[in-house]
């Protein structure tokens, strides 16, 4: 913009500002629409004039305004909100839900942005998103004491529908499960009884880092002991057959993905940095309890092998089994697991020196061809300091301090969590 051209936008916002001081809203109307004809994307006018419109209920002109003040700049997310409430205020649910997808993708913790999409999946009857929308809200939300008054009714109405939702929840799996239940009278399933209402809120977790799904008295162990798991033997003996099949399918390039992959919507927390990076990737062989049949193919020993190990079964869940690539200079920050009923196994392939591993208080140092086992719900972390790749065979195994009945109800939870749930279904609802 020309120097003269800005003295005369500087002139027009401080008489569109005396305006609107004064009351003279058509005067300051007028005055954002000439600063437009000079600057266009000039976002202060587009506010203004979106307020104004907002105020005086013209939803149309509301919403041109916002529209363009969001494709003008975008980074504050109070614009993509505005355009959400006028959207809202015409019934343009799809406008309304990409607005707030759009403040969310600027800050995932906004509070209001999370209220509002909660709103919206509730008017719409999508009540699985809705429950998750007003769960993040409850997460971000300072106490209520601390809350301004404005956001106090929304803040507890997003509770409330969350604490019915976990009550709908618990339920539907009472009487999905209550047949199970009684395959195995003589059994004792008060642990899994415990996990179920700890899971929808009837019970407190005290002593577990498990992130969604938490079994009750599994006592937590860092890394177990080897000779726990007699089955390692076999596996171990198959490094050299597995280690040449990875190599064969590093070759090829194809069929690696990214190991954490977050939307732009949601919270990234400590995977900010590795989030969709190729720095920490994965050749899944089975993935949320799917066997991944064009990975699977490519490595028939590795899948062998497997078949002989104790796959935990919880439809939309487990097993999961992936070649783990960890890229040089690259770390994987301290974070937990989603459920405690199963333990996760390294068999190490490929690890150049400077790469380390630490469970809770103990750190180790893979070695290939030497497997072991922990529980991936006390804090762990892993780094390569190399120059090369690091390659470790991950999967996971059934808890082994679970009995044969409990494995079967936690199957049946998990199934009946899917039906309640559809495509949200399992630890992730």
């Known amino acids: 913009m020309q120097g003269t051209s800005a003295a005369e936008v500087s002139v027009l916002e401080a008489q569109a500002g005396r305006a609107l001081q004064a009351g003279r809203e058509a005067e300051?109307?007028?005055?954002?629409?000439?600063?437009?004809?000079?600057?266009?994307?000039?976002?202060?006018?587009?506010?203004?004039?979106?307020?104004?419109?907002?105020r005086k209920g013209d939803m149309e002109a509301a919403r041109a305004a916002f529209q363009r003040l969001v494709e003008a700049g975008g980074g504050d997310p109070q614009q993509w909100i505005n355009l959400a409430l006028a959207c809202r205020a015409l019934r343009d649910e799809k406008g309304e839900e990409a607005a707030i997808a759009g403040a969310l993708a600027v800050d995932p913790s906004d509070l209001v942005a999370l209220i509002l999409r909660g709103n919206l999946y509730e008017r719409l009857g999508r009540t699985h998103e809705a429950a998750r929308a007003y769960g993040a809200a409850a997460t971000v939300a300072p106490p209520m004491e601390r809350l301004h008054a404005d956001l106090?009714?929304?803040?507890?109405?997003?509770?409330?529908?969350?604490?019915?939702?976990?009550?709908?929840?618990?339920?539907?799996?009472?009487?999905?499960?209550?047949?199970?239940?009684?395959?195995?009278a003589g059994e004792d399933l008060k642990r899994f009884r415990d996990s179920v209402d700890i899971m929808v809120g009837r019970k407190r977790r005290y002593d577990s880092r498990s992130a969604i799904y938490h079994y009750p008295e599994l006592a937590p162990v860092e890394f177990y002991p080897r000779a726990d798991f007699p089955w390692l033997d076999?596996?171990?003996?198959?490094?050299?057959?597995?280690?040449?099949?990875?190599?064969?399918?590093?070759?090829?390039?194809?069929?690696?993905?990214?190991?954490?992959?977050y939307p732009d919507d949601v919270p990234k927390n400590q995977w900010a940095e590795l989030n969709n990076s190729p720095r920490w990737s994965a050749f899944h062989l089975y993935k949320l309890g799917g066997r991944v049949?064009?990975?699977?193919?490519?490595?028939?020993?590795?899948?062998?092998?497997?078949?002989?190990?104790?796959?935990?079964?919880?439809?939309?869940?487990?097993?999961?089994?992936?070649?783990?690539?960890?890229?040089?200079?690259?770390?994987?920050?301290?974070?937990?697991?989603?459920?405690?009923?199963?333990?996760?196994t390294h068999l190490p392939l490929i690890v150049p020196p400077g790469c380390g591993f630490r469970v809770g208080n103990e750190t180790r140092e893979w070695v290939p061809g030497e497997a072991w086992v922990?529980?991936?719900?006390?804090?762990?972390?892993?780094?390569?300091?190399?120059?090369?790749?690091?390659?470790?065979?991950?999967?996971?195994?059934?808890?082994?301090?679970?009995?044969?009945?409990?494995?079967?109800?936690?199957?049946?939870?998990?199934?009946?969590?899917?039906?309640?749930?559809?495509?949200?279904?399992?630890?992730?609802?």
């Open 152 to 184: 106090k009714p929304a803040v507890g109405h997003a509770l409330a529908y969350r604490r019915r939702y976990d009550e709908d929840c618990a339920a539907f799996l009472a009487e999905r499960l209550e047949p199970r239940l009684a395959d195995f």
């Open 28 to 54: 300051a109307a007028a005055a954002w629409g000439r600063i437009l004809e000079i600057e266009p994307g000039h976002e202060r006018s587009l506010a203004g004039l979106g307020q104004l419109a907002f």
């Open 374 to 429: 922990f529980d991936d719900t006390i804090e762990h972390e892993a780094w390569n300091d190399s120059e090369k790749l690091r390659v470790v065979l991950i999967f996971d195994i059934w808890h082994p301090a679970l009995t044969a009945a409990e494995r079967a109800m936690v199957t049946a939870l998990a199934a009946a969590l899917q039906e309640f749930s559809g495509a949200a279904s399992g630890f992730e609802a």
């Open 293 to 344: 049949d064009e990975n699977a193919a490519r490595c028939p020993a590795t899948m062998e092998v497997l078949a002989g190990v104790p796959q935990p079964d919880q439809p939309g869940r487990t097993p999961a089994a992936m070649f783990s690539l960890l890229r040089p200079r690259t770390r994987i920050p301290a974070h937990s697991g989603v459920t405690n009923v199963r333990l996760v």
């Open 234 to 261: 076999a596996v171990e003996a198959a490094t050299d057959r597995m280690r040449g099949e990875f190599v064969r399918v590093l070759e090829g390039e194809d069929g690696f993905t990214p190991y954490i992959t």
